[in-house]
Every structure is written in structure tokens, then in C-alpha cells.
């Protein structure tokens, strides 16, 4: 065993260098944050003569009041308050890119203001933290815009006449022998998504909220992702869209950055998924319905979703949680 000055010496430098964050002479151990830093750091050790246990325990902070989902977050990172300057809030959802541009992520109508238009909304200006956690502070509108609206997938309202072929025949032939239609359609809508350019200058760290403030494991980083919550009930189910299944029809062109995307990931009844909001932070619930048909109320209409994922009331969604991503925590047992 080396003299204990010389190890001192050696463990401040693997401290500054973030390997470990503390050690103890009169236990003979030291602490790391991550299990797949024990083999090197006792390696390490032992080739310079040191015999010390390497633990496991999270890095230690001052107990200080936690930043919030809700206030200024820079860099951006999902989870976190984020939304059109003329909306309340949303969920920040993930980061896209589409050549060397930067996109971020969240629901259509986090992102504009009446997402059943056609029509790219007025002002685009999109806020963190959204323009309700902001105080509605339209006086210092530079400190909070992040991204300029740039595409939205148009949600379209179930009455909307249906653009079917045959059924605008039927409806065309009614209309000329002066009857009304008995062609009863709903016009069907199976995400609702958009994206917001980002400002240059404004970072992006590949993470969510909940991980970095300690709510969810950081193995949730790893879990295969899902699509977005976009509706719920007042008891906290959640409705959630498959955004990963049909981002290439929608999205064609563009990359996922984060969440981590592999692609259409299959979810059955049972499974557990689990989300990350502005409002009720990170949450999981098991899957009622992996392919459930849904009236969702927009505002003043309805529109009608097919293939979406509903929860059970476990998933605790509330206003503001709209666009949080979801991933698949585990299957069904």
C-alpha cells in the first residue's frame, strides 16, 4: 500500500475529471456515480498500489431549490414547460434535424395556436418556458423565444368532409338530387405533432428533465420511444399518438436526435409505458388499449383519432403535459 498523500493526489485528479466524486481514507473506499465506472477506477487503483472498495452512490448536491420545469431551462432538454406565445404551455417533447438544421419537438397544438388550420400560425415565436410559466411577459419575449413554428401536421376536425373518392362521389350525387348526405365519415388524424426551428445559439441537451433532476432512472434514456401524449382525462388517463410508427409519413427527411428512435416500436395491452411532463413529471402506467379509435376534444371541435395508446390512470397526465415523450418501460408479464 502506497503512502496515503500520493493517493490523495490521485483521487483529486479523478475528481476534477468527474471519474469519482469522494473517497475515504478511514474506510478505505471510493465513490462513483456510475456502475460501469467501478472496473476502471479499481483497476486503476490497483495498478498504482492503492487497495480501495470502489462504491456505487449518487453525487451529492446542495440542498438548494431544484430548477423547475416551469422556469428557464438552458440548455433546452425534453420534459420541461415550452409552447407557442399564444397558448398557455406544453411539453417539450425532443430535438430533430434536417440537414443542419435544428428542430425541436412537441404536439401541434403546443405549438400553434389553432392546429386545425392548414395555415402555419401568424406570429411563430415559440417560448421555454411557455407563455403561461412566463407570467405572459410579452415585454421580454427575446429572453424566452427558443424556435420559430416551422411545420405542423394539420389535425382535422371530424366533421370535415371526408376526401375519399368514392365517398365525395356519394356526397356529390346526393347534393345534386337535393338531399343531404347519409355518408356519416370521420376524417381520421393518427398524430398530433409538430416542429419549431431553433434559434442558433440555443443548446439542446440530450436528456430529459426527470432524469437530471432525479425522478426517473436513467435507464429510461435506453428504453425504445414510443410517440407523445397528447390527450387525457380528468382522472389522469393518458392518450398517446405513435409518433415514432408514423414519423416517416409525416415527417419524411427529418431525424430524431432524442428521444433515442429505432423506429416503429410495437406496444401491447399490459405493457408498461412511461412519459415525462411539464405538469406531473415522470410517470408510468400500463397500456389499456394499444390500438384504441378516440373523439379528442380541440377547443370548440372534435377531432377523430385512430391507432392511439391509452392508459390507465397511473400515468397522472394534467394540463401541460401535452407533448411529453413516452417511451416502453417493459412488457406485459
Known amino acids: 500500500m502506497r503512502d496515503a498523500k500520493g493517493f490523495v493526489e490521485v483521487a483529486r485528479i479523478l475528481a476534477a475529471r468527474g471519474v469519482i466524486h469522494g473517497y475515504s481514507l478511514a474506510t478505505r473506499r471510493v465513490y462513483v456515480d456510475d456502475e460501469k465506472k467501478v472496473k476502471f477506477v479499481r483497476q486503476a487503483l490497483q495498478e498504482g498500489g492503492y487497495e480501495f472498495e470502489v462504491v456505487v452512490l449518487p453525487r451529492f448536491f446542495a440542498l438548494s431549490q431544484p430548477p423547475s420545469r416551469t422556469g428557464v431551462a438552458r440548455p433546452l432538454k425534453s420534459g420541461v414547460s415550452v409552447g407557442h406565445r399564444d397558448i398557455t404551455a406544453g411539453t417539450l417533447s425532443g430535438l430533430a434535424e434536417k440537414g443542419e438544421e435544428l428542430y425541436v419537438l412537441s404536439n401541434a397544438h403546443v405549438f400553434h395556436p389553432w392546429p386545425l388550420s392548414p395555415n402555419p400560425p401568424y406570429n411563430k415565436s415559440v417560448w421555454q418556458p411557455g407563455p403561461y410559466d412566463a407570467g405572459y411577459d410579452f415585454a421580454n419575449e427575446k429572453r424566452y423565444a427558443v424556435a420559430d413554428y416551422a411545420y405542423h401536421v394539420r389535425i382535422r376536425s371530424m366533421y370535415d368532409y371526408s376526401e375519399c373518392p368514392v365517398t365525395r362521389t356519394i356526397n356529390w350525387l346526393y347534393k345534386v338530387l337535393g338531399r343531404n348526405s347519409f355518408v356519416v365519415t370521420q376524417v381520421q388524424n393518427y398524430v398530433d405533432a409538430a416542429i419549431a426551428k431553433l434559434y442558433g445559439g440555443v443548446g439542446f441537451e440530450m436528456s430529459t428533465f426527470g432524469v437530471e433532476d432525479g425522478e426517473a432512472p436513467r435507464e429510461l434514456l435506453d428504453k425504445p420511444f414510443v410517440g407523445l401524449v397528447f390527450a387525457g382525462t380528468q382522472m389522469g388517463h393518458g392518450a398517446i399518438c405513435k409518433l415514432a410508427k408514423y414519423w416517416d409519413k409525416y415527417f419524411n427527411g427529418y431525424r430524431i436526435l432524442f428521444p433515442k428512435y429505432e423506429g416503429p416500436t410495437d406496444v401491447g395491452a399490459g405493457d408498461v409505458i412511461a412519459k415525462d411532463g411539464r405538469t406531473s413529471g415522470f410517470t408510468a402506467a400500463s397500456v389499456i388499449d394499444p390500438a384504441a379509435s378516440l373523439a379528442v376534444g380541440y377547443y370548440y371541435d372534435i377531432a377523430w383519432f ?19 415523450p413516452v417511451w416502453l418501460w417493459k412488457r406485459a408479464e
Open 306 to 324: 385512430e391507432d392511439v395508446i391509452l392508459t390507465s390512470a397511473d400515468l397522472k397526465v394534467a394540463g401541460g403535459d401535452s407533448g411529453s
